[in-house]
């Protein structure tokens, strides 16, 4: 069998539900982050009976530093943003049956009144697409850009690992540039490269031939490899 070597673009905190998927079939996994986040802390009242619309687990971080949670309603994209949503107090309505932006808004559109303030918590680079598709369907949508993501510089150990690996995995269009911008100096032809969403794999192909997951999945990420 082959030998694996895996690189996720993301902190060990937030790979390690793949990483752990990825190493139990025998793979070896390196989380090497090319971005942090700074949040905003910014003055903002909540009108009353808004729905929040969580996609990520740090726009839940940045509502709790602008907002202390009352058992605000709200919708998921997927069971990491369900599990830290319900440990923080929110009332969970419900989540995408996969975690897809596309059948989140899917969701909506079925399931809620357009009467229905939505408030979306997100990053300076965000799904306009989601955004324009509810207001086009009539939802009285709110972005709040509560965080961004700023390049973390790859280390030289870093370097050394992505060198040496066999596959890549981006999670985001910020991760793209802020990976890119960085590597100049080694040839990437004998590498594999995949994206997480469809924006991603825009930006990813600019750079490198490249796969698109179908799902945002570790067991997808196998499917396609084994």
Same mark, same amino acid.
């Given at each position: 069998?082959? !030998?694996?070597?895996?690189?996720?673009?993301?902190?060990?905190?937030?790979?390690?539900?793949? /990483?752990?998927?990825?190493?139990? &079939?025998? $793979?070896? %996994?390196?989380?090497?982050?090319?971005?942090?986040?700074?949040?905003? !802390?910014?003055?903002? @009242?909540?009108?009353?009976?808004?729905?929040?619309?969580?996609?990520?687990?740090?726009?839940?971080?940045?509502?709790?530093?602008?907002? #202390?949670?009352?058992?605000?309603?709200?919708?998921?994209?997927?069971?990491? #943003? /369900? #599990?830290?949503?319900?440990?923080?107090?929110?009332?969970?309505?419900?989540?995408?049956?996969?975690?897809?932006?596309?059948?989140?808004?899917? &969701?909506?559109?079925?399931? $809620? =009144?357009?009467?229905?303030?939505?408030?979306?918590?997100?990053?300076?680079?965000?799904?306009?697409?989601?955004?324009?598709?509810?207001?086009?369907?009539?939802?009285?949508? /709110?972005? $709040?850009?509560?965080?961004? =993501?700023? !390049?973390?510089?790859?280390?030289? !150990?870093?370097?050394?690992?992505?060198?040496?690996?066999?596959?890549?995995?981006?999670?985001? =269009?910020?991760?793209?540039?802020?990976?890119?911008?960085?590597?100049?100096?080694?040839?990437?032809?004998?590498?594999?490269?995949?994206?997480?969403?469809?924006?991603?794999? @825009?930006?990813?192909?600019?750079? %490198?031939?490249? &796969?698109?997951?179908? &799902?945002?999945?570790?067991?997808?990420? $196998?499917?396609?490899?084994?």
């Amino acid at each position: 069998m082959k !030998k694996f070597k895996v690189i996720l673009t993301r902190s060990k905190k937030d790979g390690k539900g793949w /990483e752990k998927i990825l190493k139990g &079939k025998g $793979l070896e %996994v390196h989380c090497v982050p090319v971005q942090i986040y700074r949040f905003n !802390k910014i003055n903002y @009242e909540i009108p009353e009976n808004s729905i929040i619309v969580f996609t990520s687990t740090k726009g839940i971080k940045g509502f709790l530093k602008i907002k #202390e949670n009352k058992n605000y309603d709200c919708i998921v994209l997927g069971e990491r #943003e /369900e #599990e830290e949503a319900k440990k923080f107090g929110f009332n969970v309505i419900f989540k995408s049956n996969f975690p897809s932006s596309k059948n989140l808004l899917e &969701k909506i559109i079925e399931n $809620l =009144p357009k009467n229905k303030k939505l408030i979306y918590p997100t990053t300076l680079i965000y799904n306009k697409e989601f955004e324009e598709k509810l207001k086009k369907e009539g939802f009285d949508l /709110e972005v $709040l850009i509560l965080y961004k =993501p700023v !390049k973390r510089k790859i280390s030289k !150990k870093d370097l050394n690992i992505i060198k040496n690996s066999t596959d890549l995995v981006f999670f985001s =269009p910020s991760q793209v540039q802020n990976f890119f911008s960085q590597i100049s100096n080694f040839s990437m032809k004998e590498k594999r490269f995949w994206a997480i969403g469809e924006k991603t794999y @825009e930006d990813l192909k600019e750079f %490198v031939n490249c &796969k698109k997951l179908n &799902k945002p999945e570790a067991e997808e990420f $196998l499917k396609e490899i084994l």
